[in-house]
């Protein structure tokens, strides 16, 4: 059995706050002692961390709390934004385990820190979730090497956020509250995790083959110059399509080669940064080999909304002899309101499939999540991990 329940407060107490929320959470999961609680807080609340943790501590029976500041938190209650918030998700299961960590350091030390703190407990169907402090850790590097010894780990996660300036952000692992470094968790025992990716992107023309490539420039395009198809992809689009997207295209690459229909969640979205007329060839800001298929995407806000419900939609029917027990949902904070114009939309697309279900989260620095089996860092991105015991 899997019994979470999550809960939220704006108590402008740290202790109230996370009092309230312990409380909710607790009795929506229907229990008297929690394995783990994962506890996300606007960074009002860091500077009295002993009074979360203690709160915290008290009202779940739990040692194991992971989490970490974000300028934004959210749990399938809402979105909050703007305003002091402090969430809590609170698990116990004989089926699920949650293995804790920190690691300092380089990157490459960083990666070998978290796979000997989770080696031993590591199973086919396990799951990494990070945050990390892009202060000290570059995001793209370090997933580069959690994977460096060839382990196909999904991992999953956001980078810690806080106030508006960056200037302070914190993460916590039971009773520390750092910064620097990365925090998270492993999850592992008899359960499915189903990832879904949103983008926000929206892909124009059609998928071509990359016929000529050297690194991350781009010569040939299905045997034609590259430039060309890219001025020709462009003459697809409205002046109500360059004025929503602020006139800035991307470049979608299929990162499953055996997947020759890529459709939306199967393209990593990579900046463009160049063309070069000499040679027509354009270059991204990512490798990319001969063979793979690639897609140029708009980014905006309609083309998020419709993506977010096309992800959301496919979780659905992927899950659907598998009903979720819970979900964690790691929002970019250039999406929520600055994106739709409104609030809890992503959540509430989340409620309108999976009514009921738990879920938290917060906006982060960059996003994680696996496209085509590779793990990657994100930007502009929805993460959204359901997990089920069923």
């Known amino acids: 059995m899997i019994h979470v329940g999550v809960g939220h407060s704006h108590d402008l107490s740290t202790a109230g706050a996370a009092e309230e929320a312990t409380r909710i959470a607790m009795g929506n999961a ?21 009074q979360l943790y203690q709160a915290v501590h008290d009202f779940s029976s739990c040692d194991e709390l992971i989490g970490c500041s974000g300028m934004s938190v959210l749990t399938s209650g809402g979105e909050f934004e703007d305003e002091p918030a402090l969430v809590v998700m609170v698990l116990r299961s004989d089926q699920i385990s949650a293995v804790s960590f920190s690691a300092e350091g380089t990157e490459t030390e960083i990666g070998q ?35 460096s010894d060839g382990t196909t780990l999904p991992v999953v996660g956001a980078a810690v956020s806080g106030d508006a300036t960056g200037a302070q952000m914190y993460h916590w692992k039971g009773t520390q509250a750092t910064e620097g470094g990365v925090t998270g968790f492993l999850l592992t025992g008899k359960f499915r995790a189903q990832i879904g990716v949103a983008q926000g992107c929206q892909p124009i023309g059609e998928p071509r083959e990359v016929t000529k490539s050297e690194g991350r420039v781009i010569f040939e395009l299905d045997g034609e110059p590259a430039l060309e198809n890219f001025k020709n992809v462009l003459k697809l689009l409205t002046q109500d399509d360059i004025r929503r ?33 000499e040679h027509a060839a354009i270059a991204i800001s990512e490798e990319v080999k001969d063979g793979q298929l690639v897609q140029f995407h708009l980014r905006n806000p309609r083309a998020a909304a419709e993506e977010i419900r096309t992800i959301i939609a496919q979780l659905a029917e992927k899950t659907e002899k598998h009903p979720p027990d819970f979900g964690l949902y790691f929002n970019c904070l250039g999406r929520g309101k600055g994106l739709y114009g409104t609030a809890h939309h992503d959540i509430s697309v989340i409620q309108e499939q999976f009514p009921g279900l738990p879920v938290i989260g917060f906006f982060g620095n960059s996003e994680f999540a696996p496209i085509g089996g590779q793990n990657f860092a994100h930007a502009y991105t929805g993460v959204f991990v359901l997990c089920s015991g069923n």
């Open 30 to 50: 229907g229990i008297a002692k929690a394995d783990i609680a994962i506890v996300f807080a606007t960074i009002n609340y860091q500077t009295a961390y002993e």
């Open 113 to 147: 820190q978290i796979l000997q703190n989770v080696q031993s407990q590591l199973q086919d169907n396990s799951l990494l979730i990070i945050f990390p402090d892009i202060r000290t850790v570059e995001p793209a590097e370090l997933v580069n090497q959690i994977g």
């Open 245 to 277: 997207s602020g006139g800035t295209i991307f470049m979608g690459i299929a990162m499953d080669d055996t997947n020759r229909n890529p459709t939306r969640g199967d393209f990593l979205i990579r900046n463009l940064v160049g063309v070069n007329e």
